[in-house]
Every structure is written in structure tokens, then in C-alpha cells.
């Protein structure tokens, strides 16, 4: 079966800091992987997607960069954290653009 | 682009009572239609996915989907307290790349 794990569950950071946050997905292969953010109180909006290794294609600019390294591997980061990077961030894989699965997110502080 | 609303905001149901939601769209050439639940602080689990109009049943959640008033509902049958969540409408407006425009969500409390 496959499962999807996020890393870490929770972080507190501080503005102008740097943040690595991690996916893995596993039990599946050449997934298409994606990166949502949801501000506190605000609507789910999609961040990045990839579609194969080593591309990620930008959908929404947040002064964040994203990147798959491994088949089941997806990070997103930044050098330097702004307070409004706050919220919290969903990973999610779908074959093919079909129903998408989502891991438990992290919930991301910055003060 | 897809603009997805949701209502309402928030409701409150009794225990066994039917529970309906609505999302309203703007482009009804979309792929397909999706309802996901988010408990407090959790991911976003998966309800139903419905491509065709008219109605698709997964247990006690049912979705209807009407691209001509460009209008997709989501019926809880019989919720329990455990139902309680926000519920999410999305619409893929991406293909094969899967991009999902969502809506604000609705807030369903399930009282005893």
C-alpha cells in the first residue's frame, strides 16, 4: 500500500531564517507530486507541481522554490522565511492527474 | 480562471440529520470535481470524485454534479460527530497536471 509522510510534523522559525520541508512517497511509482499552502483561515492553494524528476513547474509565486531530487522525494524551500510563509503545507501524489492523496502536512510558524 | 464558492460558511447539523453543501464554479469545462474533508489541523482526506452529471455515492457521502448551472453538492447522510470537519470543494482546472482550484470550505459541526 502506498504511504505518504511529511517532515516535520511542526516547525517554528524565524523570519529571514532558512526552511527545508520534506515529502516522501512510497508503494508508488512515477507519481506525479504536488506542494498546497494554506494560510490560517485561508483557501488551499497549489504551490508547485512535478511531474517526472527533476522538473517542478511553479504555479503560484510565494518566494519559495521546490524540487524532486528522488522518484519519491519533493522538498520545498527558501533561504529566508518571510512572516507571511506562516500556514500550513500540504504534500499530495496522483497518478497521472487523477484523484490526488494527500499526507498529513506541516504546520509551519514564523515569528 | 476557475473561481470555486462555497456555502455556507458554516452549519451545524443533528446527529442522523441529512447534511448538504454546496460549490458553485465558473468554467464548467473542468475535468473533474472532487469533495475532500479536513479534520482540525489533519491532510485532506478524499470523499468523492465525480466527472459525469448527476449523482455518484461513495458510503454515506453522495455528490451531484450539474456543469450546466455550474453546481456540484455533496449530501452526508446520517453524520455522526465524528463528521465534524471542514469540507472542501475542488475542481481540477489542470489536466494531466492535476491542479486543483479550491474553495473556502465549510465548517460542519455534528451535534449529539
Known amino acids: 500500500a502506498q504511504t505518504i509522510h511529511q517532515w516535520p510534523v511542526a516547525e517554528i522559525k524565524a523570519v529571514g531564517s532558512p526552511l527545508s520541508l520534506g515529502c516522501t512517497i512510497k508503494?508508488?511509482?512515477?507519481?506525479?507530486l504536488y506542494w498546497y499552502w494554506q494560510a490560517t483561515g485561508g483557501t488551499l492553494q497549489q504551490l508547485f507541481y512535478?511531474?517526472?524528476?527533476?522538473?517542478v513547474e511553479s504555479v503560484v509565486q510565494l518566494n519559495l522554490s521546490a524540487s524532486r531530487p528522488k522518484d519519491d522525494q519533493f522538498i520545498l524551500s527558501t533561504e529566508k522565511l518571510l512572516l507571511s510563509h506562516s500556514g500550513f503545507y500540504l504534500c499530495?501524489?496522483?497518478?497521472?492527474?487523477?484523484?490526488?492523496?494527500f499526507g498529513p502536512g506541516t504546520r509551519l510558524t514564523v515569528l | 480562471q476557475q473561481k470555486v464558492q462555497q456555502s455556507p460558511e458554516s452549519l451545524t447539523v443533528s446527529e442522523g440529520a441529512m447534511a448538504s453543501l454546496n460549490c458553485t464554479f465558473s468554467?464548467?469545462?473542468?475535468?473533474?470535481f472532487r469533495w475532500y474533508r479536513q479534520h482540525s489541523g489533519k491532510g485532506l482526506e478524499m470523499l468523492v470524485s465525480?466527472?459525469?452529471?448527476g449523482e455518484k455515492e461513495e458510503g454515506r457521502f453522495t455528490a451531484h454534479l450539474n456543469r450546466a448551472s455550474l453546481h456540484v453538492s455533496l449530501h452526508i447522510r446520517e453524520p455522526q460527530p465524528s463528521d465534524s470537519a471542514v469540507y472542501l470543494c475542488?475542481?481540477?482546472?489542470?489536466?494531466?497536471?492535476?491542479?486543483?482550484?479550491f474553495g473556502e470550505g465549510t465548517q460542519v459541526t455534528v451535534i449529539s
Open positions: 499530495a501524489w496522483s497518478l497521472r492527474g487523477d484523484e490526488q492523496y
Open positions: 465525480i466527472f459525469s452529471d
Open positions: 512535478s511531474i517526472t524528476v527533476g522538473q
Open positions: 468554467d464548467g469545462t473542468s475535468d473533474n
Open positions: 475542488a475542481v481540477n482546472t489542470g489536466g494531466l497536471s492535476g491542479k486543483l482550484t
Open positions: 508503494g508508488k511509482s512515477s507519481p506525479n
